[in-house]
């Protein structure tokens, strides 16, 4: 990497830490040895694989994967497949049903603690009780104020059985749903910065050259990190210059909100996020001072915030737990200067860019580096 990027890299950790808040996590810290046995490991990674399937779908609600064994054979899985839908605990019990199998004495693996209050739906620790499941192994606590062991201390005070994963598996299954065990713990949406550079540091080419620095296929996994987040963040220097459209270019994906850090309100009324608001919604940050009356009238949604810090509390209190973060160098370094970046995706493309006004790429075979950092765990 050349001098410029080393530079860029290291302005993007330091400005975590100066803050105090930048804890760089080794897959080591806190894995404990599991006391389970290798039949509930296995049953546990279903769970897991399980709830995958209502990613991009459940928002603000965590993603969870339940299975029912019963003398060693499974009789139920489910997922949380979309928000204001079954939990996966429900779902498991209904697939029981449907198989003719009754879940009673059975043991019950699920990768989040079951719900015990009332949300969208009734609490999962009544149906579990109910259908006389005598066994839970959880993957993962829930941190949330309204859960926080109160699903296992009801189990238990009704005989079941409870016991707590460790090591691989409770690892997997907080990381499975960092969003929204950080909006639980501090009410902030998990931040996630996405940038594409050169080997020689460079994140955008030459006036009136391709913007395209990575590949058609990195460029197709962004557009699916898009639909599994609830919102995309760029400043209002990338909208000027680029005029993105900011959606998931994904059939049946739910579209993020796209959001604009706009402190002067100067978003363009005839740009591409302004005319597809009936394809998703935008929502604009500006700054107390800023006259955004009429971008409100044209129908975008605006935040009045004063740093970034501000914005994110506003952000989270709208129930966005998790922001995509696409708007280049400048709002990357003011989120790493605020100390605000949780995870980062960098792809590195195997072009110099350098004063030349062509991508010309160092071996045509080669595809893209993608560095993922996870800068703390929630």
């Given at each position: ?21 930048l804890?760089?996590i080794?897959?080591?810290v ?24 209502g ?19 499974v ?10 839908g079954?939990?996966?605990e429900?779902?498991?019990?209904a ?10 004495g ?6 989040l603690?079951?719900c015990?209050?009332?949300g ?14 005598s ?9 949330s ?5 109160r699903?296992p ?6 005989g ?6 460790s ?5 997997a299954?907080?990381?499975l749903n960092?969003?929204?065990r ?15 550079m ?19 296929r ?25 005029d993105?459209?900011?959606?998931a ?18 978003l ?39 740093g ?9 209190r ?9 708007g ?30 062509r991508i ?7 595809d893209d ?10």
């Amino acid at each position: 990497m050349s001098v410029a990027g080393v530079a860029w890299a290291r302005k993007l950790t330091d400005g975590r830490l100066r803050g105090g808040k930048l804890v760089l996590i080794d897959s080591s810290v806190n894995v404990m040895n599991s006391q389970l046995t290798g039949t509930d490991l296995r049953h546990l990674s279903r769970a897991l694989e399980l709830a995958e399937c209502g990613r991009g779908r459940v928002s603000p609600n965590p993603l969870v994967g339940a299975v029912v064994v019963r003398d060693g054979e499974v009789v139920g899985e489910g997922w949380h497949a979309e928000l204001g839908g079954l939990h996966a605990e429900r779902a498991a019990l209904a697939d029981c049903e449907r198989r003719g199998e009754g879940p009673a004495g059975a043991t019950m693996y699920v990768t989040l603690e079951p719900c015990a209050h009332t949300g969208r739906t009734p609490p999962c620790t009544e149906a579990i009780l109910e259908a006389g499941i005598s066994r839970v192994v959880i993957a993962s606590d829930d941190p949330s104020e309204k859960a926080a062991g109160r699903g296992p201390g009801i189990l238990r005070d009704g005989g079941v059985e409870v016991e707590m994963a460790s090591g691989e598996q409770a690892t997997a299954a907080r990381l499975l749903n960092q969003p929204f065990r950080k909006h639980a713990r501090t009410g902030l949406p998990l931040v996630t910065l996405k940038l594409a550079m050169s080997l020689d540091g460079r994140t955008t080419t030459a006036s009136g050259d391709s913007p395209w620095i990575s590949s058609e296929r990195s460029r197709e996994l962004v557009h699916r990190w898009r639909a599994e987040s609830d919102a995309i963040a760029v400043g209002i220097g990338t909208v000027l210059a680029d005029d993105p459209l900011l959606t998931a270019r994904i059939p049946n994906a739910r579209q993020p909100i796209r959001v604009v850090f706009d402190r002067s309100a100067r978003l363009p009324h005839d740009s591409q996020l302004m005319r597809t608001l009936d394809q998703a919604p935008v929502l604009v940050v500006v700054s107390p001072q800023a006259d955004a009356s009429t971008l409100r009238d044209a129908g975008a949604k605006v935040i009045v915030a004063d740093g970034i810090p501000a914005a994110l509390s506003e952000l989270g209190r709208r129930e966005i737990t998790s922001l995509f973060l696409e708007g280049g160098r400048t709002l990357a370094a003011a989120f790493a200067d605020a100390g605000e970046i949780d995870e980062a995706r960098v792809f590195v493309a195997p072009v110099l860019l350098g004063g030349s006004r062509r991508i010309e790429p160092l071996d045509p075979g080669a595809d893209d580096t993608l560095i993922e950092t996870r800068f703390r765990e929630w």
